[in-house]
């Protein structure tokens, strides 16, 4: 290795990825760990990085309980329904009382949010939603975690935790390396917050070749919120609950504003309404409490999104595609059209430069939709991540081990993505999750329960070899052959994410399939699993850039083989419109109304599948707002 | 193809090399000029097109399915606090200009340094409040919401 190693000792509170929940970490455990060492690691720049990279036009958890419109009580309805019952209803409770303050905070700082020129509240999109000009709002919430942290370690990709080597099961920091210098990167630290993504790229995406960065959710979110986690032992949950999005096609331009303010509304090739006809089906199989076919009118309960999905994807499989939104009428009003475009300007540009591309002017045509590939992550609707400790004052005994968002390995965090069966914080309460996990974190360390821990430089040696042995790989075999990239002894990050995506397509439940898979294929697809997991160990790269590649992809792997295993553990079709399992179509509350919990064994990579309670805390029936 | 780089306007500066999420802007060591590496992680979030000082980064739709010939052209002036687009079609029927404001607060001057905030309190450390809470739940006085502050009360769990 002709590159240095950093060693950053002494830090009290360490952060591994700094978008929406990193920040969040980062500027609370200023505040109750004032001598502290806060140190953030960040894969790119933390100016622009995370989902929330190119911006936002809409923060889509407030609760408004300033304004009289919502209580964090009904936001832990509203949330438990649209996932079919699967939440964990302390931390979402957690969440939801704390995200307001978040949310004046971000106000204070300079983000512009809209308001109701009647009422003088913010200007609402929906319920939850409220809308923003947020091109900045990265950068504004970059800002305050870069005024908090000591120090910020921009352009490190971190690939491992470190494990204290005094005591079983606690962390003791992380390593990486710079992706511009290729120094090796030892972070020693005290306690360790992951708020690292989620996994975009991990089914094959409907777009090809140069467009496969066209995804709903960023290409850069590599599913480190959970091989970091996995591969250091941390117990998972929900990470079968994959999420696909009804989205503009192509150019995966958001919905939300379209529906809930335009008052925009879908139909299918004939231009019929199409949703409602699929439901009374679908209710059998679902049951009455999750779609009320006949009551809906008069409960007014949401339809959760995969079921929505549901319709959507049997319409379009009858042959009566594209599905179109109703785009004309909303927008011959001036003011709606723009508020249209700068919907996209502000977080999916993209979905602009296509309709400018294909000559879609929507006040004309109607645009198509689509549903995506599906995505692993935590924070949107849908719940992927760490099984984690409750609040103290809410959660169950079987939640709660004594700090508040810490994982099952002692020390370690999560937030954002990474913490599970939290759906709906999105950046929001991604940032509130970070802040309630940086509060505890400080806690832990001033508990004493971070005393003697120990890194080894066995331990530490061990790791850099292994992060850098992709790039040995690459020198040592290369020269076998003329000139290329087809190579006997390896393959390079392209192609082993190309397996991946093709793996995960067919046989977890991806496009090609209509998100079809049962007990046979899944286990084809762990046998082929663990066959990339051994070829992932002859991975080569040809530079710095391409090792980035490689460790991005050892994350996906490993959200990827997490996936199957929980899919096959839960014998049955909890959200159909995200995946069917063919061979299990039902939904089957009697032995299934739980949470899934599992462990990878960090030394032999097996894994083990139990059962969680799923408690139901808040009471089903609406009360009247604040 | 997604982003693209002008010959002619690029100098090499760097600034796309360092803000891009994706890390696919690298300068060529031949040209010493800017270029997208890796066009297809590209998610045209366009974080380089704006920190372009010479605007010589440009987006060309992707081309698995985007014709030739649209624009979607970018300004972002801190200073001023604002975003300008320019949206130009394929067909030239329709060329929009767009403006939005990116801020309300000149950069980084609204944002409390916590250091030096006093320290706080242990009941503060014991309770469940975060910094600025409870008053910035609401903006007022009022405490901390809770099922119970709302008369109502945690139901005991039901296990399903």
Not at chain 1, 396 to 401: D, K, L
Not at chain 1, 590 to 598: A, E, G, P
């Amino acid at each position: 290795m002709g590159y240095k190693t950093i060693v950053e000792d002494d830090i009290d509170v360490l952060i591994t990825g700094a978008g929406m929940a990193g920040t969040g970490a980062a500027f609370e455990s200023r505040y109750w760990g004032k001598d502290k060492k806060i140190v953030i690691a960040e894969k790119a720049n933390i100016d622009r990085s995370g989902a929330v990279a190119q911006g936002l036009y809409a923060i889509n958890t407030y609760m408004g309980t300033r304004f009289g419109e919502n209580n964090p009580e009904d936001h832990v309805r509203y949330a438990r329904m649209d996932l079919m019952g699967m939440v964990r209803e302390d931390l979402l409770f957690d969440m939801a009382r704390h995200v307001d303050s978040a949310v004046h905070q971000f106000e204070e700082w300079g983000l512009p949010l809209m308001r109701d020129p009647k009422t003088g509240a913010y200007q609402r999109e929906g319920r939850w939603q409220i809308m923003i000009h947020g091109e900045s709002y990265k950068p504004i919430v970059a800002e305050a975690a870069k005024k908090s942290a000591d120090k910020v370690f921009n352009r490190i990709c971190v690939t491992h935790l470190l494990m204290d080597d005094a005591k079983e099961n606690r962390v003791a920091g992380a390593v990486g390396f710079n992706v511009r210098t290729g120094d090796y990167h030892v972070f020693k630290s005290k306690t360790v917050v992951c708020a690292a993504g989620g996994a975009s790229n991990i089914f094959k995406p409907r777009s090809v070749g140069e467009g496969a960065g066209r995804v709903w959710y960023a290409p850069w979110s590599s599913g480190s919120a959970y091989g970091l986690l996995i591969e250091a032992g941390a117990k998972m949950t929900q990470m079968e609950n994959r999420i696909v999005l009804a989205r503009f096609k192509d150019g995966y331009g958001p919905v939300g504003a379209y529906f809930l303010h335009l008052k925009t509304y879908t139909q299918n090739g004939v231009g019929e309404e199409y949703e409602s006809k699929w439901f009374p089906e679908l209710s059998k199989m679902v049951g009455k409490e999750y779609l009320d076919t006949e009551g809906q009118h008069l409960s007014h309960k949401p339809i959760p999104t995969c079921l929505r999905n549901h319709a959507f994807i049997n319409e379009v499989n009858a042959g009566r595609g594209p599905i179109h939104m109703v785009t004309m009428e909303a927008f011959q009003d001036p003011h709606l059209e723009e508020i249209g475009w700068h919907n996209f300007l502000g977080m999916t540009v993209g979905q602009a430069v296509l309709w400018a591309a294909t000559d879609v002017d929507p006040k004309y045509e109607n645009p198509e939709l689509t549903t995506s590939e599906p995505y692993v992550m935590g924070s949107h609707a849908t719940g992927c991540g760490a099984w984690v400790s409750g609040p103290e004052d809410i959660a169950p005994e079987e939640y709660f081990w004594g700090y508040n968002r810490m994982t099952t390995v002692e020390g370690l965090f999560g937030a954002g993505d990474a913490a599970g069966g939290t759906p709906h914080a999105f950046s929001s309460g991604s940032f509130t999750e970070g802040r309630l996990a940086a509060k505890a974190a400080c806690k832990y360390i001033d508990d004493g329960k971070a005393e003697g821990i120990k890194v080894s430089q066995e331990q530490i040696d061990k790791r850099g070899k292994q992060i850098f042995k992709p790039m040995e790989h690459y020198k040592i075999y290369r020269n076998e052959i003329t000139a290329g990239s087809v190579n006997p002894n390896y393959i390079n990050p392209r192609q082993g994410l190309d397996r991946l995506q093709k793996l995960m397509d067919e046989y977890a439940g991806g496009v090609t399939v209509s998100y079809m898979t049962n007990d046979k294929l899944l286990n084809i697809g762990l046998k082929k699993m663990k066959m990339l997991e051994e070829d992932l160990e002859k991975i080569a790269a040809e530079d710095i850039h391409e090792l980035l590649r490689a460790w991005e992809l050892k994350h996906r792997q490993l959200s990827s083989e997490a996936v199957l295993q929980h899919t096959l553990f839960r014998k049955e079709t909890r959200w159909p419109g995200y995946y069917y399992r063919g061979d299990a179509m039902k939904l089957d509350d009697q032995n299934w109304h739980v949470l899934t919990v599992s462990r990878r064994d960090p030394k032999t990579g097996e894994y083990t599948m139990e059962k969680a309670p799923c408690y139901h805390l808040v009471s089903d029936e609406e009360e009247k707002v604040a | 193809m997604p982003t693209f780089v002008y010959m002619t306007r690029c100098d090499g500066c760097g600034h796309c090399v360092d803000i891009c999420p994706s890390d696919i802007m690298h300068i060529d060591t031949t040209t010493r000029r800017a270029y997208n590496i890796e066009p297809n992680m590209c998610w045209e979030c366009y974080s380089c097109v704006k920190a372009c000082p010479h605007n010589a980064i440009d987006v060309r739709g992707y081309a698995d399915f985007a014709p030739l010939g649209h624009s979607v052209r970018v300004i972002r002036d801190e200073e001023k606090g604002v975003i300008a687009w320019r949206i130009k079609f394929r067909n030239g029927k329709k060329d929009m200009n767009l403006l939005a404001p990116i801020t309300t607060k000149p950069w980084g001057t609204a944002i409390p340094k916590l250091s030096e905030e006093s320290a706080p309190s242990k009941d503060m450390t014991d309770s469940q409040l975060l910094f600025n809470e409870p008053k910035y739940i609401r903006l007022d006085e009022g405490g901390l919401h809770t099922l119970e502050s709302n008369g109502l009360k945690m139901k005991e769990g039901v296990y399903y």
